[in-house]
Each structure stands twice: as C-alpha cells, then as structure tokens.
C-alpha cells in the first residue's frame, strides 16, 4: 500500500522554501524577517512578566511568526486552473471570490480567490488572474499574443500534479521534487522579461499590475506576509531600521504599544496569537503586573538590539515604509492589520520581439507584513465596513496628519471605530465576530442541571467557554491600498468598449472546483460548537426544534 506524504506537512514545506527563496532573493525580506522576529521576541518577553510561566521556545516562536500569506499573479486561464490543481496537492482549496476590477477608486484588472486549508489553516495564497477584456481590442490582442507563447510549469510538474491526483498524494521524493519545482521554476523570480514596448504602454497607461503580468517568465512570488504580534511595534522598529523615524520617537511608539499590550493582552489574545497552547494551559498561567519599568527595559534592549549593524536597514536599497497601516484602528481586534514597506526596484533584461535586448528596473515586489484578529459575522463585517469608510474620510481630508502628528491620527482612528467592542466577549455578545464554544468542567460538573439554553448565559454564568475564531481570510480594500501605495498610482478604470461582468461562476468554470465561501465555514464551526456544548450539557433535547435544525444545517458546511 502506498504511504503518502502528509499534505499539509508539504505545505509547511513548500512555503519553508519559498520564505528561503524569496529572502535570497530579496535582501530586504531577508532582514524583515529578522525584525520581526526581534519584536515578537519583544512581545513574548513582556507577556512572560503579565505571565509568569509563559515561554515559546525557538522553534514555536519561528514557526508562529513564519509566513502566512503570499501572494502570485497569473495571466491565462489555462495557468490558473493548473496552479489551483498545483496547490491542492498541497491541501489548499479556493477560498472566496474577489473581484478587484470592482473596488471603486482602487480597481485594478484582476479577479482571484485565495487557496489555503479549509480547517486550522497555516498559509494561504492570494492568486490573481489577469482581465484580459478589461482592455481595449489592441491592447487585449497585444497581451494575450505574448502570454501565449509562455511556458511556466514544466512537463514534469503537470506530470506530478497529475500523479498525484490518480493515486490520491505524492510521496515524500515527488513531493520534494514539485516543491523544487516550484521555488526553482513556477514562483522563482529570473530578472527576465519580454516585450519592453508592451511593457512600457501598458506602465504609462497605469496598468502596472498587468505589466506584472503579462511581460514576465513565471508566476513570481509579489510578496510573502510574515505573522506579527504587534503591527505597531514592527513598523516602528521597520520605520527606525529604515532610517525614517529617529530613536526617540522609535522609543516613544515602542513605549506606547507595549504599554498598552500589557493591559490589551487577556488570556483570550494569548489563545488567538498562540495556537499551539490549549486553553487549559492558558488559564492555568497565573497572572501578574507588567509595570513601567518591565515596558522601559524592555524598549532599552530592543531599541539596542535595532541598532545593531545587521539591522541597519538604511544601508540597503529601499522606497521606504507605508504611512499608515490597512485595517481597524489598532484596539479593535476584527479581521486584520497590514502594512508593508514599498516595492523595491529591480533590475531587470528585456528581450523583445525582434531580439533586441533592454536593460532596465521593474518596480512590483513588496513586503507585507500582517496581524490576524477575530473572524466577523455579516453583521459585524457591515459594521467594520461603515467604520472603515469614516477612517478614511477622515484620512483624507488631512492625509498629511499621519506623519505630522501619529498620536492624534491613531485617536481619530480609534474614535471612527470606536462602535466596537474591544473584548471577545462582548464582541461575541454582539453577534459581532465568531467563535468556538466548550463546555466548562463547571457546566460538565452541573451533570444536566443546567436550565438556560442561551448561549450567551451559558458563557456568563460560566457553563462554557469562548474562543474566538482567526480570521483566516483576505480584506480587498486593504489589499487594495496597498497596491495603491506601492504602484504610486491610486486605481485603473477598463478600456474595453463595453466594460465586463466578472463572476464567481467565471472563476469557478476556469478552475473547474468549486470555490469555498469562508463566512459559511466559520459559521459552521460555531454552530457545530454549539451542538457539541448542548450536548455535554444535557441541553440538546431542550432547544428549539428550528435553531437545532438550523445550527445543524450550517454545520453541515464545515468538512469532518
């Protein structure tokens, strides 16, 4: 009987590879990582003294801050569905439809879907495909020619793809080698590109995403998004190693974010940013005081650990750092944050249709950077989304605020979201976000007694228990600005004559598998939660005949 490598151990693996990869590739990346890892080292100090008795070792604490995003931009149809067969043997699905040619202001000629597991996630990949119909005749006929005559996955990869689809898996030598394949070829920046004239149209137009596309040899990695414990901590100590923000506002925003991480850090932040502990183990920390002066050692080490000559990061070529970051303001943990220093210029060769060869610079890759929060419900995503339209009227109408005066801009962003609740349970209460119950042994221990069937009451009377469920998911607005940041142009509008319909149907008939809707998967989660917790509390018989129904028919989604 044949042994199959375990998928998502392959997927640990690959994106292993891609973070070794992409940092050869990309200096910068490189030391992010580094800094990153500075921080969250920062973090897990500070929370050890709120703490006692909590550590990570080396390896958790690497692979917790590792990569869980990437993200790759595709041009042909045919591409595309062999990139959706390529990740699931890897055990990542289609999760989502995103029509970014349908973001107002910020639209740019792509459609995509994420791919990542569909239970306990650890990566996702944001992939893109290209709108050839939102051009003009010529300019679609121009683009499509040249994507034609490309060839990124070799034979022997759609060999292993296909291998591993008859027989159900690879085995741990052909899964290595379509991970080779991969770093070494499908996602493997080459510096190569074709058609400088198309190249140049398409850039001056303001279609520098399509150019992203279209002129290049392979599906290269845009970026890969490493996991923070404190997006305000790590673009400070970024904005400090870059050379944009002194030491003594360095000092004065670390002293700020931990300050307030110290009071913000309950016991449900340390579930959601450490997977790895259960909740027995969480609540079994005993709880002490960080004070002033544990946050005033902890910012003298860390700022001393910045200034180290390996983390000089003004010394590499850069375009600096993002002003703001995407997402809620930075006490409301809904969805995400991110944030990303500017795509860097790379050299790069042209060779063009009559073989004539050009030297020049392409300006695309970034480095993202994000923090997970809680998974929302339709109502609290309407709610994110009516904050997030008041935070960026706000911002505009005074865009300079941000670097003019970073403390009263992070107020005007806490009060244009200040609607939300700021604890999981009272976002819970709300129907805002959603979550995981359990049974307490405080409710096991009731044996049957337990009479109320809300399971709000359960929660409070301390029946059951909480844990909010990680947003695992991608935020196109957000996404979308910053793209705009870094393609130093705002949006795209099409040049077709009459502007296309993209659907998710479109998406799906190109992949040929059917995309996943995540809200439907986080809601079945919950809801098969819930049963579970009525059944171990002896209430299951006792509620409504129609919410048994209904919680059942939204578990329904959720995969066993």
Request: glycine share 6%.
């Amino acid at each position: 009987m044949a042994v199959f490598a375990d998928k998502v151990q392959m997927q640990n693996r690959l994106f292993a590879e891609l973070s070794s990869m992409f940092g050869k590739e990309v200096p910068l990346y490189d030391k992010a990582l580094l800094v990153n890892k500075v921080c969250n080292t920062c973090v897990c100090s500070l929370l050890g003294k709120k703490y006692p008795g909590f550590s990570i070792s080396e390896a958790q604490l690497e692979k917790t801050s590792g990569e869980r995003h990437g993200a790759i931009r595709i041009g042909r149809p045919d591409e595309y569905r062999w990139i959706a067969r390529f990740f699931h043997q890897f055990a990542m699905e289609p999760h989502n439809f995103y029509d970014m040619a349908n973001v107002g202001a910020k639209s740019q000629p792509i459609i995509a879907t994420a791919f990542r597991s569909v239970l306990n996630p650890e990566h996702r990949v944001f992939t893109s495909l290209l709108l050839t119909d939102y051009f003009d005749e010529q300019t679609r006929s121009r683009i499509e020619k040249l994507l034609a005559t490309r060839n990124v996955f070799s034979d022997r990869a759609k060999q292993l793809i296909e291998k591993g689809e008859k027989q159900g898996g690879l085995d741990d030598n052909d899964a290595n080698e379509l991970i080779r394949e991969a770093t070494q070829r499908i996602f493997k920046w080459t510096g190569k590109a074709r058609d400088y004239r198309l190249y140049k149209d398409l850039c001056d137009a303001g279609f520098k995403i399509a150019a992203d596309i279209a002129c290049f040899e392979s599906h290269h990695l845009n970026h890969l998004t490493p996991n923070t414990f404190s997006m305000d901590l790590y673009t400070a100590a970024m904005k400090f190693c870059m050379g944009e923000l002194p030491e003594s506002d360095f000092r004065k925003r670390a002293t700020t974010t931990l300050s307030r991480l110290r009071k913000f850090a309950d016991r449900d932040f340390m579930k959601l940013h450490f997977k790895h502990l259960t909740r027995e183990q969480i609540d079994a920390l005993p709880m002490a005081e960080a004070n002033a002066g544990d946050v005033a050692s902890l910012v003298e080490s860390l700022t001393k650990r910045l200034s180290e000559p390996d983390l000089q990061l003004s010394k590499l070529k850069h375009a600096g750092f993002k002003d703001f970051t995407e997402g809620p303001s930075q006490d409301t943990p809904v969805l995400l944050r991110q944030d990303a220093y500017k795509a860097l210029t790379e050299r790069v060769t042209f060779t063009n249709p009559d073989g004539t060869v050009v030297d020049t610079t392409h300006t695309a890759r970034f480095g993202e950077i994000e923090q997970r929060f809680y998974a929302t419900t339709p109502a609290g995503r309407d709610l994110y989304d009516k904050c997030l339209t008041q935070n960026d009227a706000q911002r505009d109408k005074d865009p300079s605020i941000v670097k003019r005066d970073f403390a009263a801009y992070e107020s005007q962003s806490a009060g244009a979201f200040a609607p939300f609740p700021k604890t999981l349970r009272e976002l819970a209460e709300k129907n805002i976000v959603y979550g995981r119950f359990a049974p307490t042994a405080k409710g096991l221990a009731a044996n049957g007694s337990v009479q109320s069937t809300d399971m709000r009451d359960l929660v409070s009377q301390g029946f059951a228990q909480i844990e909010g469920l990680r947003y695992e998911d991608f935020l196109p607005v957000s996404a979308a600005g910053i793209f705009a940041s870094n393609l130093n142009q705002y949006g795209t509008k099409a040049t077709a004559a009459e502007r296309p319909v993209y659907t998710k149907a479109r998406l799906e008939e190109i992949m040929g598998r059917k995309i996943i809707e995540s809200d439907a998967v986080y809601q079945g989660i919950q809801a098969r939660s819930m049963l579970d917790t009525y059944d171990r509390l002896g209430l299951l018989g006792k509620i409504p005949p129609a919410q048994r129904t209904e919680l059942e028919s939204q578990a329904a989604a959720v995969p066993e």
